[in-house]
T-cell receptor, first 111, second 111 residues
Framework: DVKVTQSSRYLVKRTGEKVFLECVQD?????MFWYRQDPGLGLRLIYF???????EKGDIPEGYSVSREKKERFSLILESASTNQTSMYLC??????????FGPGTRLTVT | GQNIDQPTEMTATEGAIVQINCTYQ??????LFWYQQHAGEAPTFLSY????GLEEKGRFSSFLSRSKGYSYLLLKELQMKDSASYLC????????????FGTGTRLLVSP
């Protein structure tokens, strides 16, 4: 079974803090993704990576950056957290054209 | 760009059949996925259609018409545990086969 894990289920940060969200997958998938999910807006792609050290912007990359130093790990970084980044963050991984497997999500609150 | 439409909410009765529709507009269509997401949990993969027709998997079936830009998810013999959001997502062969998600259909199954 594919397993995608995320470092925290719940996180509370203050405005202006730097925030790291970590994602690890154990199936040697080359593609990894970060989404945020908000009511009424669905899942929106922030960034994705198709290989180590490679990254591509998704639909809403502003205010975020990513890092992929190892194949199994994909990190999302909020350089200076703002209240409008309060959301559910979901990581996913896949190989080829097959389905994406999602992690359990991190509910981030920025106060 | 890509546009995906699905109803916001549906209700049905235990034991009944429900059909959740999804229409899409995309360039370079490369497959359509359905995911199930229970409240507070990660999406889980249900089905994948890349060719026209019906794919059946137990109580769940998914249909695709590429010429009409249309898919539906059919749930038979509804159970209370089927109460969840159902996400339609389209893959295109541009942009590393990333997925674009609809906003989801929340299904409420009542006794």
């Amino acid at each position: 079974d594919v397993k995608v894990t995320q470092s925290s289920r719940y996180l509370v940060k203050r405005t202006g803090e730097k925030v790291f969200l970590e994602c690890v997958q154990d199936m040697d998938h080359e593609n990894m993704f970060w989404y945020r999910q908000d009511p009424g807006l669905g899942l929106r792609l922030i960034y994705f990576s198709y290989d180590v050290k490679m990254k591509e912007k998704g639909d809403i990359p502003e205010g975020y950056s990513v890092s992929r130093e190892k194949k199994e790990r994909f990190s999302l970084i909020l350089e200076s957290a703002s209240t409008n980044q309060t959301s559910m963050y979901l990581c996913a991984s896949k190989t080829g054209a097959y389905e994406q497997y999602f992690g359990p999500g991190t509910r981030l609150t920025v106060t | 760009g890509q546009n995906i439409d699905q109803p916001t909410e549906m209700t049905a009765t235990e034991g009944a059949i429900v059909q959740i529709n999804c229409t899409y507009q995309t360039s370079g269509f490369n497959g359509l996925f359905w995911y199930q997401q229970h409240a507070g949990e990660a999406p889980t993969f249900l089905s994948y259609n890349v060719l026209d027709g019906l794919e059946e998997k137990g109580r769940f079936s998914s249909f695709l018409s590429r010429s009409k830009g249309y898919s539906y998810l059919l749930l038979k013999e509804l159970q209370m545990k089927d109460s969840a959001s159902y996400l339609c997502a389209v893959s295109s062969n541009t942009g590393f086969q990333k997925l674009v998600f609809g906003t989801g259909t929340r299904l409420l199954v009542s006794p």
